[in-house]
T-cell receptor, first 113, second 113 residues
Framework: GAGVSQTPSNKVTEKGKYVELRCDPISGHTALYWYRQSLGQGPEFLIYFQGTGAADDSGLPNDRFFAVRPEGSVSTLKIQRTERGDSAVYLC???????????FGSGTRLTVV | AQKVTQAQTEISVVEKEDVTLDCVYETRDTTYYLFWYKQPPSGELVFLIRRNSFDEQNEISGRYSWNFQKSTSSFNFTITASQVVDSAVYFCALSPWSEKLVFGKGTKLTVNP
């Protein structure tokens, strides 16, 4: 597609539930990144994929968070047993080696009640 | 460890004033990229500029200019003759050679008519 697409744009879930957030990167971009942005803060790195594999998952806060990119394009961020502290905007970005910058999606605003 | 500090949390100016957003970074890497992103109220991060650590030339793009000084680890951003449409949160970010971005906390710029 023309840009990075993230769905849903908004998600409200109850504490303890499981959620999946989807990212559809720019076609052909091999690198995909997930970031989390809490209110009033800058985005914080979660995980980076190069192709299908997670090249760096050092930002995932704990084992409730998991991400996949099985075919090297669409990625899904999965959060188990959600907690109120998981409420944030989850941003996805994609890029290609040699490209001039990352392109970010509009994000998914997750609210855990 | 890598860190980006944007000491100005909020700045308010009147249209047509010049404004400078400060960014100071810390890294032990000798090779790295520095970025500025704009985040308007819609929430999407918009790429403005990328500089690599070997290129200390200042850059001008229309009303925007960037001053990179390695000696003081600073990468400041100036908007000349500000406009209401410049109102947004601006983020400075650091990246070790095209991998994950480390963002500052952002500076909220309000340009009043």
């Amino acid at each position: 597609g023309a840009g990075v697409s993230q769905t849903p744009s908004n998600k409200v879930t109850e504490k303890g539930k499981y959620v999946e957030l989807r990212c559809d990167p720019i076609s052909g971009h091999t690198a995909l990144y997930w970031y989390r942005q809490s209110l009033g803060q800058g985005p914080e790195f979660l995980i980076y994929f190069q192709g299908t594999g997670a090249a760096d998952d050092s930002g995932l806060p704990n084992d409730r968070f998991f991400a996949v990119r099985p075919e090297g394009s669409v990625s899904t961020l999965k959060i188990q047993r959600t907690e109120r502290g998981d409420s944030a905007v989850y941003l996805c970005a994609s890029s290609n080696p040699g490209s001039y910058g990352y392109t970010f999606g509009s994000g998914t605003r997750l609210t855990v009640v | 460890a890598q860190k980006v500090t944007q000491a100005q949390t909020e700045i308010s100016v009147v249209e047509k004033e010049d404004v400078t957003l400060d960014c100071v970074y810390e890294t032990r890497d000798t090779t790295y990229y520095l970025f500025w992103y704009k985040q308007p109220p819609s929430g999407e991060l918009v790429f403005l500029i990328r500089r690599n650590s070997f290129d200390e030339q200042n850059e001008i793009s229309g009303r925007y200019s960037w001053n990179f000084q390695k000696s003081t680890s600073s990468f400041n951003f100036t908007i000349t003759a500000s406009q209401v449409v410049d109102s947004a949160v601006y983020f400075c970010a650091l990246s070790p050679w095209s991998e994950k971005l480390v963002f500052g906390k952002g500076t909220k710029l309000t340009v009043n008519p």
